[in-house]
């Protein structure tokens, strides 16, 4: 065994000590002598114990140690620790910036225990309430995290977003330059509208597309090389890009066929016959179907409704009428509850906003008491005075406890207008557990809308195993709405369920779970997702009119 291995061990064991809180005096004597041996002139594996325990900065007890490693290649101590340490905080140890001490309080003071949870915890603010955290950490820990994930090649449809506005704009400047009359457009994953893109692709369609591409210049950050029929490049964030050049005749052929699901694109093209065309539309009308939009292009059922003309007229925006499951200094938040209700109301020109800050239970994000809860109503109540006709609905984010009960007793739960249940807390569970843990709280006669039911957080946390058919039937049986949570690293319910959802008439809800007044657009990738879902507006339960959902509360609340 080299020295340098030996060195990372002790340097590991010492790092799990602080994490767990042992003397300090014996992580510096192991810290030190980690440095010490890493720099040794001469191999500790031909050395003898007692001639390791000699040299200085050693002694017995670490002496020990190296012997041990040396003889059995392991040290037990080291694997006692790391059996008591979650995987998600072993990886933070590998994230630049944050030492064993602030990760303690990571994960004993927030209760987080792996990346995604930590990098929703900067997204919300709440790592600046910890001791020893400023804004300026949770932003290094935050980029940190995000160069952690980009390293693996996947990339949030929210990211790539911003590669997208950046690099559509460079290329439309330049083709003004070499071919105004050149058509440009955004393929593939992205404008499926998929919530995790592998790769940016973009096509240009020129009268003389050989001669434009070797006209094509290197972009800030951004430089293209040739790739067989397409050229490549890469983000300075690591995400993948590639761009076809193609004549322009042929633009909407290759527009449809790097758009879709390859099995769409076949099927389709069987039908209309491949062929240059002079739009998408053009290509479903020879085919005999409904236009079906790119984020529905996804080889399930959109063929078969386009036939038979049954496609979803798919939700909008502009549908929305209000924002339900919003969070407020209350709890976790970062503007108070009347600064997150006006500008609902006068920046998105909603016509009302339900607050939903977090329960007792959640004492990571300041749940509300019982006293507290009657203090922000009594609050809301003088505010909805203020802002008529505007309405601030009463909810709250009621932790589903590990039985399935909600968290307040009855008396505080029915003095909600709604009352959204989430999980968060003990992911671990098996499918049988975590599903009945859920239909209980679904049965609670105050639970209003399930909140993203999986708790999932996209590229670093997947969803605890559930039996979704059965959560979403139990949704049926008890009218609870089902959130679809617009929080880019959510976007949970997930889209490939809402179709089923539908079916069983349940109602869903496009919620951005928002913590300060940004928070509020993150619900148009919620649209985005609900629409790649086949959600229409009259199946949306906040595009229902400020009367129509206070008696749709109030009928819910009646039959309890």
């Known amino acids: 065994m080299e020295n340098k291995t030996i060195a990372r061990s002790l340097k590991l064991l010492a790092q799990l000590l602080e994490l767990h809180g042992e003397n ?69 140890l ?35 309430e910890a001791k020893g955290f400023g804004l300026k950490t949770q932003e290094e820990i935050k980029k940190a995290i995000e160069f952690k994930i980009a390293a693996n090649g996947k990339f949030l449809y929210a990211q790539v977003s911003h590669i997208v506005v950046d690099l559509r704009a460079s290329l439309s400047d330049w083709l ?35 001669n434009l591409a070797h006209l094509l210049p290197n972009f800030e950050q951004i430089s293209f090389v040739p790739d067989n029929d397409f050229f490549t490049a890469t983000s300075p964030a690591g995400l993948k890009i590639k761009l076809y050049v193609v004549e322009k005749a ?73 924002s339900l499951h919003n969070h407020s200094t209350w709890s976790d938040g970062v503007h108070t509850l009347e600064e997150m209700a006006v500008f609902c109301k006068d920046n998105l020109k909603m016509d009302y906003f339900g607050i939903c800050d977090h329960s007792k239970v959640a004492v990571y994000a300041k749940g509300l008491s019982i006293e507290l809860v009657l203090a922000q109503q009594k609050e809301i109540d003088e505010l909805n005075k203020k ?44 499918e049988e557990k975590a599903t009945a843990r859920l239909i209980k709280a679904i049965e609670n006669p105050y639970t209003t809308i399930l909140g993203h039911p999986t708790g999932r957080l996209l590229l670093s946390r997947p969803g605890y195993p559930i039996d979704f058919k059965k959560v979403i039937d139990a949704c049926a049986a008890n009218k609870v709405v089902i959130e679809i949570n617009a929080n880019p690293l959510r976007l949970d319910l997930d889209w490939r369920w809402h179709r089923y959802a539908l079916e069983k008439g349940v109602l869903l809800s496009i919620n951005p779970d928002a913590h300060r007044t940004e928070g509020f657009y993150d619900m148009n990738y919620g649209i985005l997702a609900a629409r790649k879902g086949g959600l229409s507006a009259d199946k949306c339960l906040n595009t229902f009119s400020s009367d129509e959902i206070s008696s749709y509360f109030l009928t819910k609340k009646n039959n309890n």
Request: glycine share 6%.
């Open 250 to 322: 042929a633009f909407y052929l290759n527009y449809f066929k790097y758009t879709g699901n390859a099995e769409h694109v076949e099927q389709v093209l069987k039908m209309a016959g491949e062929q240059n065309f002079n739009s998408e539309e053009e290509i479903y009308e020879l085919a005999k179907l409904d236009f079906i939009v790119p984020e529905l292009r996804e080889n399930l059922d959109e063929i078969e409704l386009a036939k038979t003309q049954k496609l979803p007229k798919l939700i909008e925006y502009k549908d929305l009428r209000g």
């Open 24 to 92: 300090p005096f014996k992580i510096k004597s192991i810290a030190n002598a980690y440095f010490k041996i890493d720099k040794l002139p001469f191999a500790l594996e031909n050395k003898t114990s007692e001639e390791i325990e000699a040299i200085p900065g050693i002694g017995k007890s670490l002496s020990a140690k190296i012997t041990e490693l040396l003889s059995t290649g392991h040290l037990q101590e080291l694997e006692n620790l790391l059996a008591l340490t979650p995987e998600g905080v072993m990886e933070m």
């Open 176 to 210: 003004v330059g070499v071919d105004k009359n050149a058509q440009l457009g955004v393929v593939g994953e992205y404008r499926r509208c998929c919530e995790i893109v592998d790769e940016l692709e973009i096509i240009i369609g020129a009268e003389h597309s050989e």
């Open 94 to 128: 590998q994230i630049k910036g944050i030492g064993p001490k602030k990760i303690a309080i990571i994960w004993h003071v927030l209760g987080i225990e792996n990346l995604g949870e930590l990098y929703y915890a900067c997204n919300e603010n709440r790592l600046i």
């Open 387 to 430: 802002l008529l006709p505007f309405k601030i609905f009463k909810g709250i984010e009621s932790d589903i406890l590990n039985d399935g009960s909600l968290d307040y007793p009855e008396e505080i739960l029915k003095t909600f207008d709604f009352v959204v249940a989430s999980v968060h807390s003990n992911w671990r569970m098996d």
